[in-house]
């Protein structure tokens, strides 16, 4: 698959920028390559006025993964501040596992080669 490293670091760019709108002042990302996949860990505080928001997001990221959608649109990750983007990453990403506590969320993204 073409452009995939570029791919990661587009759903990274989304996410650390979806955050930092929501009022996020302690955002970690990790993204790790394993032999057949790549692992992309967020962990960050939030306002916790922002809670809806947070559930929509959790929503947008556990959509199903869209082959077609992903190869033409991949590059539009990261360049709007709107939600619909959101749920391009979600399109672009094999699973997705969110713990939300009281003001915090880690959000676990796996993308398969």
């Not at 032999?35 to 809806?52: A, G, M, V």
């Not at 983007?85 to 399109?91: A, C, D, K, R, S």
């Amino acid at each position: 698959m073409k452009h995939f490293k570029q791919r990661i670091t587009k759903i990274a760019d989304e996410l650390i920028t979806y955050f930092f709108s929501i009022g996020a002042t302690n955002i970690n990302i990790n993204i790790e390559e394993k032999s057949d996949h790549f692992e992309i860990l967020l962990k960050c505080n939030y306002c916790t006025t922002n809670k809806t928001k947070i559930d929509r997001l959790s929503k947008h990221l556990q959509c199903e993964k869209q082959m077609e959608v992903e190869e033409y649109y991949w590059e539009l990750a990261g360049s709007s501040d709107v939600d619909n983007e959101l749920t391009l990453v979600g399109m672009m990403v094999d699973d997705a596992k969110i713990n939300i506590e009281k003001d915090s969320i880690e959000i676990m993204l796996y993308k398969y080669k």
